[in-house]
């Protein structure tokens, strides 16, 4: 009995040792990160973030802000990590990305049905239109080498590109269905818009970690409950839950 009670007690001292707290931050991103009606932060990043921390003894809380304070928050290391960024090399200088993403996004144009704009995959063909995007969002190697010849309105959030382009101040806004389409229901314009194809490239979001803190550890624990996960199938399960469709892939 005796041996039994200091084993049990050894096993909560090393848990109480190794058990953690860490912080992650993100923005509001519709199926990714967002509130319900309670406030409580739900979304496909924040279960698997939850899942995985659950899964090694830590303790997570995670809070929405503006995307541009939450990458500021990471790269200062106030935060541990935000969830869903995109890769870019700037973000690699002061983030460590996650082994694999989470989820995937098409980036698409958007406009009015009745728009005489022109788009089959060469930015060439819209230096003449003015371009809705979202401050602080990566839109793929392609538009960052024909940015500086394009006219482009950056605006906050992806509902102020298209309240811009109702009100004909951009000819174009360039986001993911999963952020337009809601913001196209709750405006009730989907007889006044359109998607064009083909699509601009495909981003993938990632878990990025600061580089401010000593997180090495964590990460590849992260990692690795995160690959088990994927191989469990739990990943592509809970992309289905929210109407996502998921490929792990490089």
């Given at each position: 009995?005796?041996?039994?009670?200091i084993?049990?007690?050894?096993?909560?001292?090393?848990?109480?040792?190794?058990?953690?707290?860490?912080y992650?931050?993100?923005?509001?991103?519709?199926?990714?990160?967002?509130?319900?009606?309670?406030?409580?932060?739900?979304?496909?990043?924040?279960?698997?973030?939850?899942?995985?921390?659950?899964?090694?003894?830590?303790?997570?809380?995670?809070?929405?802000?503006?995307?541009?304070?939450?990458?500021?928050?990471?790269?200062?290391g106030?935060?541990?990590?935000?969830?869903?960024?995109?890769?870019?090399?700037?973000?690699?200088?002061?983030?460590?990305?996650?082994?694999?993403?989470?989820?995937?996004?098409?980036?698409?144009?958007?406009?009015?049905?009745?728009?005489?704009?022109?788009?089959?995959?060469n930015?060439?063909?819209?230096r003449?239109?003015?371009?809705?995007?979202?401050?602080?969002?990566?839109?793929?190697?392609?538009?960052?080498?024909?940015?500086?010849?394009?006219?482009?309105?950056e605006?906050?959030?992806?509902?102020?590109?298209?309240?811009?382009?109702?009100?004909?101040?951009?000819?174009?806004?360039?986001?993911?269905?999963?952020?337009a389409?809601?913001?196209?229901?709750?405006?009730?314009?989907s007889?006044?818009v359109?998607?064009?194809?083909?699509?601009?490239?495909?981003?993938?979001g990632?878990?990025?970690?600061?580089?401010?803190?000593?997180?090495?550890?964590?990460?590849?624990?992260?990692?690795?409950?995160?690959?088990?996960?994927?191989?469990?199938g739990?990943?592509?399960?809970?992309?289905s839950?929210?109407?996502?469709?998921f490929?792990?892939?490089?």
């Amino acid at each position: 009995m005796k041996s039994t009670v200091i084993a049990v007690l050894a096993f909560l001292c090393s848990f109480s040792v190794t058990a953690k707290s860490y912080y992650f931050v993100g923005s509001h991103f519709p199926a990714i990160l967002e509130q319900d009606q309670q406030g409580t932060v739900i979304g496909l990043g924040a279960d698997i973030a939850h899942e995985i921390c659950r899964r090694l003894g830590h303790e997570l809380v995670i809070d929405i802000m503006p995307l541009k304070r939450a990458l500021k928050m990471v790269e200062q290391g106030h935060a541990d990590a935000i969830i869903g960024p995109y890769k870019s090399l700037q973000r690699q200088q002061y983030m460590q990305f996650s082994a694999l993403p989470f989820y995937e996004d098409p980036i698409v144009f958007f406009t009015k049905k009745n728009s005489d704009v022109t788009w089959a995959g060469n930015f060439a063909s819209l230096r003449k239109d003015v371009i809705g995007i979202t401050r602080g969002w990566n839109y793929g190697s392609e538009f960052k080498r024909n940015k500086s010849s394009l006219t482009l309105s950056e605006v906050a959030s992806v509902k102020a590109s298209f309240l811009q382009l109702m009100h004909n101040r951009v000819d174009l806004v360039m986001t993911h269905p999963r952020a337009a389409l809601p913001i196209i229901d709750d405006l009730s314009i989907s007889s006044k818009v359109i998607m064009l194809s083909p699509i601009i490239t495909v981003n993938q979001g990632y878990y990025g970690f600061t580089k401010q803190r000593e997180l090495n550890e964590f990460i590849d624990d992260f990692n690795s409950e995160f690959n088990k996960m994927l191989i469990s199938g739990d990943i592509v399960q809970l992309n289905s839950k929210y109407g996502l469709s998921f490929v792990a892939r490089e």
